[in-house]
């Protein structure tokens, strides 16, 4: 059964969709969870900074603060009433963040919604 279950999130509303259903299944089969942010500072910082200055460091700082924030929040949720639940905060691409967490951490199970892009931006 699944044991580790990752539960990626951006901060959306659509992202936290899948935190029922992995509540759900951690229920089911005696599992933890594990809900994990990456922030990403290339693509908000820009690509070709080869050296953070100061103030990029600091807003990076705050930026995962608010993501533990986040995550603490999201993980005293009624519907992980009961499970094993970690929380994570990474830096970095995201694909590749999650899958080193996925590899790293030996998850079974990754849940996780659509990043919701429509049309031209699909």
């Given at each position: 059964m699944f044991k580790k279950i990752l539960v990626p999130l951006d901060g959306s509303e659509r992202s936290e969709r899948a935190i029922p259903l992995a509540a759900r299944?951690?229920?089911?089969?005696?599992?933890?969870?594990?809900?994990l942010q990456v922030i990403?500072?290339?693509?908000?910082?820009?690509?070709?900074?080869?050296q953070p200055t100061l103030m990029i460091q600091?807003?990076?700082?705050?930026?995962?603060?608010?993501?533990?924030v986040y995550l603490a929040q999201q993980a005293a949720t009624t519907a992980l009433a009961g499970?094993?639940?970690?929380?994570?905060?990474?830096?970095?691409?995201?694909?590749?963040?999650?899958?080193?967490?996925a590899q790293s951490e030996q998850i079974d199970l990754?849940?996780?919604?659509?990043?919701g892009f429509t049309g031209i931006k699909r």
């Open positions: 299944i951690a229920h089911a089969s005696g599992g933890s969870v594990v809900l990403s500072p290339l693509r908000e910082y820009g690509m070709y900074m080869m600091q807003i990076l700082y705050e930026d995962q603060a608010k993501a533990s499970v094993d639940t970690r929380i994570l905060v990474l830096s970095g691409p995201a694909e590749s963040e999650i899958l080193a967490v990754i849940v996780m919604c659509s990043h």
